[in-house]
């Protein structure tokens, strides 16, 4: 894997997929997002990069509506998926759900086979009519994620016995069945050894082709090396947005300056 | 310069401990002392208890019965000689002692065995109960009569004592029970063959006898009633221990009417049983007027005595479900209540069982709340014959049927007491086995 080159694959849309406008997070009276507003591209690999409790996690699970399980967290702002407000009255949360993946911090494969894993989310949403279309699902969403030659031969096995990097790929497999047009990614990798770690990059930049993804990583030469586009948070604003390259070479602001530098962080 | 830093001081030295270390190592030697001292205390009370339990308990399981060959005159039993039930049935157990005065008349001869005991003095050895147990075999078996049968009849709780040492010579002085003569009988007979110590299945599924014949009392109908009791608080405090935690625990909002409701549901577990009792007195008896002593009622009251128990252990278990669990069932587009019920409860099942045989263990052991809804009723009958009759019938309970032997001056009693204990403690036993097994089988690892 190439390390600290920026990636200088281009971003291959302009279409917008997410876009947020003004949105303020509260939890209690604490606010954790301040006014961010962001235009987040179809197809291309978006990296929210910023020190710890900068509020990059938080707005990503915005996106997808986890926040709404926390009861004392407040969303205000709007933020659009193909032009639909999500956070409007008449949108459930699990029809949502559906339509953009997550991929969280620790692989939390569920304790049932791996087929099961996959299966799941199909299953509940009645993707397929029988049980062939349903292995035909569960066989192309392990391909796409890039483990099915490692599992192919024990989808009866448990999920939670594969090795920590596989797990993460079973769980990118499981967001992916459920044909999701966003996958949002939690710091994917911080729980992954650098081998793993490779694998579950490289397996990023393919999925770019299908969804727009958005990752949240502690790693600079991650953002570097997987996005094309990157947004660095500090203190819950969102400071600076645009080409990774940009970025990483000319920050227009001293603060994203000196956190790349690694003067603050 | 001679002034050289001296390395050899006590004080740097890694070689002797200096004089905290020493300190600090005789504290943690004091405290694992202390330790092996508190569990080796409580370990020897545990030995003392189950010692003397088994040792006073299992004479309980034996009991001494004596083998005769009883004539069944037909001129006495069935004077008509037509066989008819109805018949047969008017000779009471009164009609019924002459022959067993007559078998142990001629068993005596038999045996050659000499004494001067009225006919009346030699069955008296026989329990009081002998004489029912051989009306019902006639009843049940009618075309023996006119036969001579063999039948292994109960002795006697005194003679019963003499043989397995608790009555002495000495100790019936005053007894007006029993004499020295009968004792010498009962000697004889032993040395004969025919009297005997054995097994007594009765003890475990007969019914409780009166005070005049503690030989014959059993646990079997206190047995049942603690199973119907058993099923109402399973078929009742699971579903809604379980139903009520699963709500608290995932969807219910977090305010201050659920911290209220949390609080009470954990001092409800503190409450003293007997304020169950009394409340389920009041509001299932005297409002509702359910039966008195029946298992519906007492399975109630035990409902909600286990209810506090089976939520807070439900609750803990599904705490302890990871919450990156439920995100990842969300993630994938779960609802709330797929989440729970696919991912969630299957997880926290061992701990909800767990839970939940710890609960009915701990209500099968219960007595207060049961003295007060009457459920130590003295049940001399047979089972019930249905299941559905058995939840309204009176009945007793296990605990109860113990306390009520514990209570009862006749010595016989007692020991049949610390025999009711052993059957319970094997109910318990099982029980937390069978917790534990369920346990280790469903655990999983995430």
Not at chain 2, 10 to 38: C, W
Not at chain 2, 203 to 215: L, Q, V
Not at chain 2, 370 to 381: H, N
Request: with cysteine.
């Amino acid at each position: 894997m190439k390390d600290n080159v920026i990636s200088e694959m281009d971003v291959t849309t302009d279409k917008i997929k997410i876009s947020a406008n003004n949105v303020q997070v509260y939890y209690g009276e604490n606010q954790a997002i301040k006014d961010v507003s962001v235009e987040i591209q179809d197809k291309t690999v978006t990296a929210f990069i910023g020190p710890s409790g900068c509020g990059k996690s938080t707005f990503l699970r915005c996106i997808n509506r986890m926040n709404d399980t926390i009861d004392i967290c407040r969303v205000q702002g709007d933020i659009m998926i193909d032009g639909e407000d999500i956070y409007d009255s008449n949108v459930d949360p699990v029809q949502l759900r559906a339509k953009v993946g997550m991929v969280f911090q620790k692989p939390n494969p569920f304790p049932k086979s791996i087929y099961d894993n996959v299966a799941y989310g199909p299953r509940i949403h009645g993707l397929s009519r029988n049980k062939a279309e349903l292995d035909d699902i569960v066989e192309r969403a392990l391909k796409r994620a890039a483990i099915w030659n490692e599992v192919k031969d024990r989808l009866n096995a448990p999920g939670t016995g594969l090795s920590g990097g596989q797990q993460q790929r079973l769980c990118i497999a499981r967001a992916i069945a459920t044909e999701p047009e966003v996958l949002l990614m939690d710091e994917p990798c911080s729980a992954l050894d650098p081998i793993a770690t490779a694998q579950v990059e490289e397996l990023i930049d393919e999925l770019r082709q299908n969804y727009a993804v958005v990752i949240v990583t502690h790693s600079m030469q991650q953002a570097a090396r997987v996005s094309q586009k990157t947004a660095f948070f500090h203190l819950g604003n969102l400071v600076e947005y645009g080409e990774t390259d940009k970025i990483f070479t000319a920050p227009e602001d001293p603060r994203t300056e000196s956190y790349i530098t690694g003067r603050i962080g | 310069m001679t002034d050289m830093p001296n390395h050899t001081t006590p004080h740097n030295s890694l070689l002797k401990q200096d004089a905290r270390t020493v300190k600090r190592n005789r504290a943690e030697t004091r405290f694992k002392a202390y330790g092996i001292a508190a569990i080796s205390a409580g370990m020897l009370m545990l030995l003392i208890l189950l010692s003397t339990i088994i040792g006073r308990g299992t004479g309980a399981f034996q009991q001494t019965f004596l083998t005769l060959d009883v004539q069944l005159l037909e001129a006495k039993l069935d004077k008509n000689g037509n066989r008819d039930l109805e018949e047969i049935k008017k000779v009471s157990t009164f009609g019924y002692a002459p022959l067993m005065a007559a078998a142990m008349e001629a068993k005596v001869a038999q045996a050659g065995i000499v004494t001067d005991l009225k006919p009346k003095e030699l069955e008296d050895i026989l329990s009081k109960d002998a004489a029912a147990k051989l009306r019902d075999f006639v009843l049940e078996n009618t075309d023996l009569i006119g036969t001579s049968v063999e039948f292994r009849f109960l002795t006697n709780s005194r003679v019963d004592g003499y043989v397995k040492g608790r009555v002495t010579r000495e100790s019936i002085a005053n007894d007006k029970n029993i004499n020295v003569a009968q004792l010498d009988l009962v000697d004889a007979l032993r040395a004969d063959g025919a009297l005997e110590k054995r097994f007594n299945l009765a003890f475990i599924t007969g019914a409780d006898a009166s005070d005049a014949r503690p030989e014959a009392a059993g646990m079997g109908v206190s047995m049942i009633g603690s199973l119907f009791m058993m099923l109402v608080v399973l078929a009742l405090a699971l579903p809604i221990g379980v139903a009520a935690s699963i709500y608290l625990e995932e969807f219910a909002p977090k305010n201050w009417i659920t911290d209220i409701i949390e609080v009470n549901i954990s001092n409800l577990a503190a409450v003293p049983s007997i304020v169950f009792g009394i409340l389920g007195l009041a509001v299932f008896i005297n409002y509702m007027h359910l039966p008195n002593s029946a298992p519906l009622v007492g399975g109630l009251v035990l409902t909600l005595m286990t209810l506090p128990t089976i939520i807070i252990s439900t609750r803990a278990s599904l705490k302890s479900v990871p919450p990156s669990i439920r995100d990842a069932a969300l993630g994938v587009g779960a609802s709330k209540m797929q989440s729970v019920f696919h991912h969630v409860l299957p997880l926290a099942a061992p701990g909800i069982l767990t839970g939940t045989i710890i609960g009915l263990a701990q209500a099968l052991g219960e007595t207060a709340p049961l003295l007060l809804i009457g459920m130590v009723g003295f049940i001399a009958s047979n089972p019930p014959d249905g299941i559905a009759s058995g939840l309204m019938d009176p009945n007793s309970a296990m605990p109860a049927q113990i306390y009520e032997w514990a209570k009862r001056a006749d010595p016989a009693f007692y020991e049949r007491a610390w025999g009711g204990i052993i059957i319970l403690l094997v109910f318990l036993v099982t029980m937390n086995a069978i917790a534990v097994m369920l346990r280790r089988r469903f655990e999983r690892r995430w």
